[in-house]
Every structure is written in structure tokens, then in C-alpha cells.
């Protein structure tokens, strides 16, 4: 069995406005499960970038340890990328990101990654406000260690072992709105149209981004007794509306005028388009967010799509006043600001 991707591509691909067809955002061949939802995660982060025209060497790509910490690998195959130890990946994001803040940074975790041991510098991850986009591949079990329940899985929710949870979940979502987050969504892994659009608004997004995505295991957690499985999240997911992002440069039309559009302006002037369903949430309001959210609970349902926005923030480099210059790319005139300076800074330590 081969294992090598075909490097063929029909020489009428449609090109970006870079001129690069989708084939360059791609990786190497997935070695995931068949059927594992993290590859469509994957295919999805690609269609972001590629419709974007983001250039690959312009993005750093990093994640922890899990099946989730492995897609890297299967995605922008021209960026950076960083694979760091279980639970560390928000702590090294944050030194690259202060060392280049020109660079997209994209991280790919798990829930045992971020729910579990790097719970605390999640945590911290997201008060600090990177400037980033965090996508957490949520599949409610431990897959590298053959399918014990994470600290996301539901009450009551089996996985192929049979035995039902008995812990109340983590929900990464209700987290992330309260410790300060200004992009939050969550998403299914079999729901492409959805999934993409946020993915390119919390790129766009001028701070912390996080996207929850349901992503069934298809090994240990997709039996019909899981609340982490196809079948059960296609049963159950209730959409908050549907979104589209219009980078600065592209004409907005507006698709479904019948339909409540809410036009919102990001930082660069990309505009976010919300065409919501009567009578949902009001995504620029934490408490209207977390009551709709605990409301989907009751009601056994998925609450997906673009969950809280705020565009008012400060992100780190804003809140700490770095340099607009990237450290990296600093010389030793610009490092070094002379003796008498320095002589006045640890003056006014003593």
C-alpha cells in the first residue's frame, strides 16, 4: 500500500487571487482513521486558506499532542509549524507570536489537549488575548489511549466500550466566552459550508479566536449512544444562522435579503455577514450567548455557528505595547537603546 499523495492536478484548477490552485494548501497523506472527522477539519482549514489567498510561508501551524496534534502534517505543507509537548502548545504559540506578530498563526488542538492537561494554560491563553485562531477538535474521548471519556464527554454519553459517563462536561465554548474570548463558534466536522466560513472570519479576527468543532472518532466514540457521534450530532445540531466573510477587497452582495443580516466590520475591513433566524441570539452579547447556550443543553441540541463576537478588544500585542516591528526581525541598534538610557531604567528599579 502506497502511501504517497498523487502530485497530479486537472490544469484547469481554479487559482486563488495568488494564482495558486487548493493543491498547494495541501499535506501529506492522512494516516487517521477512515472516516475520522479531523481530516475534514483538515480539508476545511485548506478551503479557508486557499479562498483567503493567504500566503502558506506567511502562517505557522502549531498544536500539542493527540490524533487532533497530528493534522498539521495533512495541511499547508509550505508553512511553519511547530508540534509541541501535551498541553504546551498555547505557551509556545504565545513566544513565537511575541517574537513575529507579522505570521497567521493557526493552532489545532484536542480536548484532552486543552480540556485536560493544558487546561491551565488555555486558560491563560485566552485572557491574554493572541492574537490567533485555536481550533479544538472535540471528539469526547482519549484516541491515542484506545477511547477513555475526556473531560468534555456528556453525562450519560457511551462509547464503544458501553459504559456511560458519569461526570458533567467541560464545555471549551461557555469557557472561552468567559474568560474574555472575542471570536467564539462551534461546528461539526460533517458540516463543510458552515465550517469554512468560520474558520476565514476567525482568521480575519483581530485577537483570540476559538472554534469548538464536534469531530466523531470514529473508532472509540461514534456509536449511536454518543452525543460525540454522527449520528447523534446530525440529529441535534441547532444552527444559530449561517455566515459569510467578505474580505476588504470583494463586493458585498448581500445573498438572502429576506432573511435578518447583521453586517459587521472587522479591524482590516472585512465585513462578517450573519443571516440569523428569527428570534436567536445576539452574538455581541456574553450573557444572551451563555443563556442560549445552557438553553441548547436543556434541549439536548448542539447549538452551532458564529456564537460571540466582539471586535472591541485589545489583543497582547495592543495591551503590552510591543513593537509594530517583529522582535525577529530586530537589529542591535533596535535592541540596544545605548547606556544612558539603560543607566535610567535601573535607576528608577533601585
Not at 478551503?47 to 506567511?58: D, V
Not at 498563526?105 to 487546561?119: F, K, P
Not at 462551534?186 to 474558520?199: E, H, M, N, T
Not at 510591543?322 to 538610557?341: A, F, H, Q, R
Amino acid at each position: 500500500m502506497s502511501y504517497l499523495k498523487s502530485s497530479f492536478r486537472h490544469p484547469e484548477s481554479p487559482k486563488n487571487d495568488l494564482g495558486y490552485t487548493e493543491a498547494v494548501y495541501e499535506g501529506a497523506l492522512s494516516t487517521l482513521c477512515a472516516g475520522c472527522g479531523h481530516d475534514s477539519v483538515s480539508a476545511s482549514i485548506i478551503n479557508a486558506c486557499f479562498e483567503l489567498s493567504l500566503e502558506p510561508h506567511r502562517i505557522a501551524k502549531m498544536s500539542g499532542i493527540g490524533c487532533s496534534s497530528k493534522t498539521p502534517a495533512y495541511f499547508l505543507k509550505g508553512s511553519h509549524g511547530f508540534n509541541t509537548v501535551h498541553g504546551r502548545m498555547p505557551s509556545v504559540t504565545t513566544g513565537a507570536n511575541l517574537a513575529n506578530r507579522d505570521l497567521t498563526y493557526i493552532a489545532v488542538s484536542g480536548d484532552g489537549d486543552t480540556a485536560s492537561i493544558g487546561m491551565g494554560q488555555f486558560m491563560h491563553l485566552v485572557r491574554r488575548n493572541l492574537n490567533m485562531v485555536y481550533i479544538c477538535m472535540n471528539n469526547g474521548v482519549y484516541g491515542l489511549t484506545k477511547g477513555q471519556d475526556s473531560a468534555t464527554a456528556d453525562i450519560g454519553s457511551a462509547s464503544k466500550k458501553g459504559l456511560p459517563n458519569m461526570y458533567k462536561p467541560m464545555d471549551l465554548c461557555e469557557l472561552s466566552i468567559s474568560l474574555g474570548s472575542g471570536y467564539v463558534a462551534r461546528s461539526f466536522s460533517g458540516d463543510k459550508d458552515q465550517l469554512v466560513p468560520l474558520i476565514k472570519g476567525a482568521i480575519k479576527h483581530n485577537g483570540f479566536a476559538f472554534i469548538d468543532v464536534v469531530s466523531p472518532c470514529v473508532t472509540f466514540n461514534n456509536t449511536s449512544a454518543s452525543t460525540k457521534g454522527y449520528e447523534w450530532v446530525r440529529d441535534h445540531k441547532e444552527a444559530t444562522g449561517t455566515v459569510d466573510l467578505v474580505p476588504k477587497e470583494q463586493e458585498i452582495i448581500v445573498r438572502e435579503p429576506n432573511q435578518i443580516l447583521e453586517t459587521i466590520e472587522l479591524h482590516d475591513g472585512s465585513v462578517l455577514h450573519l443571516r440569523r433566524q428569527p428570534n436567536s441570539l445576539d452574538i455581541q452579547s456574553r450573557e444572551s450567548v451563555l443563556k442560549s447556550l445552557e438553553d441548547a443543553k436543556q434541549k439536548e441540541q448542539v447549538l452551532t455557528g458564529l456564537l460571540y463576537l466582539n471586535t472591541k478588544q485589545k489583543n497582547t500585542h495592543e495591551i503590552i505595547n510591543t513593537s509594530d516591528k517583529p522582535l525577529n526581525s530586530m537589529t542591535k541598534d533596535d535592541l540596544c537603546p545605548g547606556s544612558e538610557i539603560l543607566e535610567a531604567i535601573n535607576e528608577s528599579l533601585r
